[in-house]
């Protein structure tokens, strides 16, 4: 059983199918990186070829796909729209576990997202101190510095990590960022052990952070609270751990 029809068992047989089978494609695109010919999208979804030609012409006709001279298929600028208006959803529905996160640790929450091959932070509550982080949101950074990243990344198979960290080149941003593919792919394997990761002033010198990823989200999210390195010491990360999870976990549910 493909992922697509599998996707679609789960949801049950309440539903319309034709609906059904087209946001499967709209999602099978999107996992391959918004382009796929016709042959690879029915591999994929396990699709009869009649049914996808009459999908896709639908999804073409309304402006969610576009078809290139080279006849594959890319997703098409009307998904746009919904996607701002899901990511301020996002946003509204993760405020509540950041700001709880806020009130028990201090310091500031975020919620970021791998896109592409950057992390774009979408949600935040900030630290009510007078000295705190200021990461807007709309923010891209690149995840091979980022507790956000490494997060994410440390659920990810290694063979689409090592193909990001070539498209980025993973530059250099303080003296303790790891630009040794080798030494990142350790240092995933040990956040993913220990169920957290961690930017030791990675991206900005002075500023560390942990992170956890959002299980079961859908889209590659994680959850991290950051602020100076003076205060987030490691009794601080300890307490913040099981508070993001719990964080996470959460939020996974509100998103279901």
Same mark, same amino acid.
């Given at each position: ?14 539903? @319309?199918? %034709? ?67 899901? %990511?301020?959803?996002? %946003? ?6 950041? &700001? ?5 640790? $201090? ?19 900030? &630290? ?19 507790? @956000? ?11 689409? #990590? ?23 792919? &350790? ?7 220990? $169920?957290?990761?961690?930017?030791? $002033?990675?991206?900005?010198? $002075? #500023? ?5 990823? @959002? ?8 959850? %991290? ?32």
């Amino acid at each position: 059983m493909t992922e697509a029809s599998t996707a679609a068992a789960r949801r049950g047989t309440g539903g @319309v199918q %034709s609906i059904e089978r087209a946001f499967g494609l709209l999602e099978t695109l999107a996992d391959a990186g918004g382009t796929l010919g016709l042959s690879q999208l029915a591999q994929e979804s396990g699709l009869p070829l009649p049914t996808i030609h009459r999908l896709l012409r639908t999804l073409v006709d309304l402006g969610y796909l576009r078809q290139e001279a080279s006849r594959q298929y890319v997703l098409g600028p009307r998904l746009i729209r919904l996607g701002e208006a899901s %990511s301020h959803m996002l %946003s509204v529905w993760a405020r509540p576990h950041l &700001s709880r996160l806020v009130d028990e640790l $201090g310091e500031s929450a975020n919620l970021a997202m791998l896109d592409g091959d950057e992390i774009v932070y979408v949600a935040q509550a900030q &630290s009510r101190q007078s000295m705190r982080m200021f990461t807007e949101v709309g923010r891209r950074v690149l995840p091979h510095c980022t507790a @956000v990243g490494k997060a994410i990344m440390a659920g990810m198979p290694a063979a689409d #990590v090592r193909e990001i960290l070539k498209r980025t080149g993973m530059p250099h941003h303080t003296d303790t960022t790891i630009t040794d593919p080798d030494v990142f792919a &350790s240092e995933l394997a040990t956040a993913a052990e220990r $169920g957290y990761a961690v930017d030791e $002033g990675e991206q900005e010198a $002075g #500023v560390r952070c942990v992170a956890v990823v @959002v299980p079961d989200a859908p889209a590659r999210l994680a959850i %991290s609270v950051s602020g100076p390195a003076g205060r987030m010491t490691d009794t601080l990360v300890d307490r913040a751990v099981p508070l993001l999870l719990e964080a996470g976990r959460a939020l996974s549910a509100d998103l279901r």
